[in-house]
């Protein structure tokens, strides 16, 4: 543990916050995960940089006692994804996501190949992008609002047996209310300051926001990654979310 971010005052909950490695290379990477400690915050790494470092990096950030969450967000045959899912609980990757309209027999698939894991990965789908808005999903075919087409792939993914889903902070407390206290919901575009943002993100809240209608974890990039203090963030969002009870 890095005594030099270790606070003795921090609460022992659960952080909720994960953050988003968008970095291009395992260098960056290890240089700024070197400052983080696991106890306040868990770590993603998505596309562009597993791609670029494949499963040694992940292995690494494991082995230095974080819990992971490879957001690779697998969309393919049942058998190709449910490969994919036993490749990720032999890593020990934490959670692991795949696009709820791959459909039940994907999902259901992927559930049964990490079932007999003592520790298995969270298997979370992914809704709408929530780069996403009505008129993108019209153009794709599909007449609905985001809302509608985010409840019936959450309803579709915990039937078929995964742990949770990626959803907008906008559609928490439905899926919350819909889906029980028990089902994961990870919450990216979380931000900081909404009046501040000019990113690709569309559907967005605050942390405290995100808490209050019902999310599980809160995926954190640029807001931490790109901070003139990354760790003074982390630690003032881990703060604000323990004093308000969450």
Avoid at 116 to 143: C, F, H, N, W
Avoid at 175 to 188: I, K, M, S
Avoid at 192 to 215: E, K, V
Wanted: contains cysteine; aromatic residues 4%.
């Amino acid at each position: 543990m890095n005594p030099l971010i270790t606070d003795p005052n921090m609460p022992t909950q659960h952080t909720p916050v994960i953050v988003a490695l968008d970095f291009a290379d395992e260098q960056s990477t290890l240089e700024f995960v070197r400052t983080l400690d696991p106890q306040l915050c868990q770590i993603k790494i998505g596309k562009e940089l597993f791609t670029a470092t494949g499963r040694p990096l992940a292995e690494k950030l494991i082995a230095q006692g974080f819990k992971l969450f490879l957001d690779l967000k697998y969309h393919d045959i049942p058998h190709t994804v449910a490969q994919a899912c036993k490749a990720a609980a032999e890593m020990g990757v934490w959670m692991v996501d795949m696009h709820a309209s791959g459909g039940r027999r994907m999902m259901e698939a992927a559930a049964e190949a990490v079932a007999g894991y003592r520790e298995k990965p969270l298997l979370i789908g992914v809704t709408v992008l929530t780069s996403m808005e009505q008129s993108d999903l019209a153009e794709i075919g599909l007449d609905i609002t985001p809302e509608q087409q985010v409840l019936r792939l959450a309803k579709l993914a915990q039937s078929s047996g995964l742990d949770g889903v990626v959803c907008s902070a906008h559609e928490a407390a439905p899926l919350r209310q819909a889906l029980g206290q028990e089902f994961v919901l990870v919450t990216p575009g979380i931000r900081l300051d909404i009046a501040g943002n000019n990113d690709d993100q569309r559907r967005i809240m605050t942390p405290q926001q995100a808490l209050a209608a019902g999310s599980s974890y809160l995926v954190m990039g640029r807001p931490i990654t790109r901070a003139a203090d990354p760790i003074a963030v982390l630690r003032e969002v881990n703060r604000s979310v323990f004093s308000d009870g969450i």
